[in-house]
């Protein structure tokens, strides 16, 4: 029997032809589909970031996943490295790397008042963050810049100081004459759970007030796609606005995702929080602030020399 060879060109340009719509179709979907990008936190979920698992990433066309931290998570560095597109750093800590080389830009602040203090017990009835420094124990980490600026202010001579103890409480518990270093959402309330007021004197007091709780992503990142970052800052700010109102829904979530924290304390700390967070517009940053903290830094001998303010962040 002849073969139909016209019937078999037929047959082969219809399944080129199929073959080559599918592949299109392939790649169009591929294109319409947002590339997976990366959060990196510093700390396991817990109030701090609230905004950050509200934030309606897919409503700005993002696919994003949060990666939690703990203690010591070199989130800059990821940053820098480029395996996370996005990471939560401290102003301070900013600075720093971009003075080694690290070129990595803050997008957006979320605490505007540092949330770092010295927590004394309220029956010393001590006035000012230097009164805490005239007797008794101070657990601190001397490494801090606030911690050398405290003692370059007023001297470490009349208190013995012991190493932080991080979270642990049960120090400062059994001696009034103990104070320590505290995230002022956080030891404050255990204590007062435990039935001891307290007093806080936060670090913004000394004038040491660097943005914490920073999204921060990398030069080379914001030039590539800056469309990317506008949506992510945008997505982030309806996230925090949206927890700031209303924290219930994002606390189970962040609840289940950290239970060694428990639901009441979430409810208290986020509470807490806002006055921290709320002072003006949510994330938005000032060269001024970055020029201090600078500034302090240099003075420290932290950083070789003062680096432009304006390069360590941008408002979206």
């Keep these: 029997m002849r073969p139909n060879r016209v019937a ?10 199929r ?35 509200a934030a309606p990433y ?30 939560i750093v401290s102003a301070d800590e900013l600075v720093v790397a971009r003075a080694r080389g690290n070129d990595v830009v803050a997008l957006f602040a979320v605490f505007q008042s540092c949330p770092q203090g010295i927590m004394a017990h309220a029956s010393r009835q001590l006035g000012s963050i230097g009164d805490v ?24 001579d009349h208190v013995k100081v012991v190493p932080s103890p991080g979270g642990d409480i049960s120090a400062f518990l059994r001696d009034e004459k103990f104070a320590q270093q505290c995230f002022v959402m956080s030891e404050p309330l255990q204590a007062r759970h435990a039935g001891v007021d307290v007093k806080v004197f936060p670090v913004a007091d000394i004038g040491y007030n660097p943005y914490t709780t920073v999204l921060a992503t990398s030069g080379a990142q914001l030039k590539s796609d800056p469309d990317r970052a506008k949506s992510m800052v945008a997505a982030v700010r309806e996230g925090w606005r949206a927890y700031l109102n209303d ?19 979430f409810t208290e700390v986020a509470g807490a929080q806002k006055s921290f967070i709320e002072t003006g517009e949510l994330g938005s940053m000032t ?27 941008r408002n979206l």
């Design 58 to 87: 897919d409503k700005h066309g993002l696919d994003l996943e949060v990666l939690p931290g703990g203690a010591g998570t070199p989130t800059v560095q990821m940053i820098g490295a480029g395996s996370a597109e996005f990471g």
């Design 133 to 156: 420094l005239k007797e008794g124990t101070l657990a601190i980490q001397r490494g801090l810049p606030y911690a050398r600026i405290l003692e370059k202010k007023y001297g470490f």
């Design 247 to 265: 924290p219930a829904t994002t606390n189970a979530k962040m609840h289940d995702l950290n239970p060694s924290m428990d639901a009441a304390a």
């Design 8 to 17: 078999d060109q037929r047959q082969l340009k219809d399944m080129n032809r």
């Design 19 to 53: 073959t080559f719509l599918g592949g299109c179709a392939a790649l169009l979907a591929a294109c319409g589909k947002p590339a997976k990008i990366r959060l990196a936190l510093n700390w396991k979920p817990d109030p701090q970031f609230g905004g950050f698992y």
């Design 287 to 313: 060269a001024e602030r970055w020029a201090t903290l600078i500034g302090q830094l240099a003075e420290l001998g932290d950083i070789p020399q003062a680096i432009p303010a304006q390069d360590c962040f």
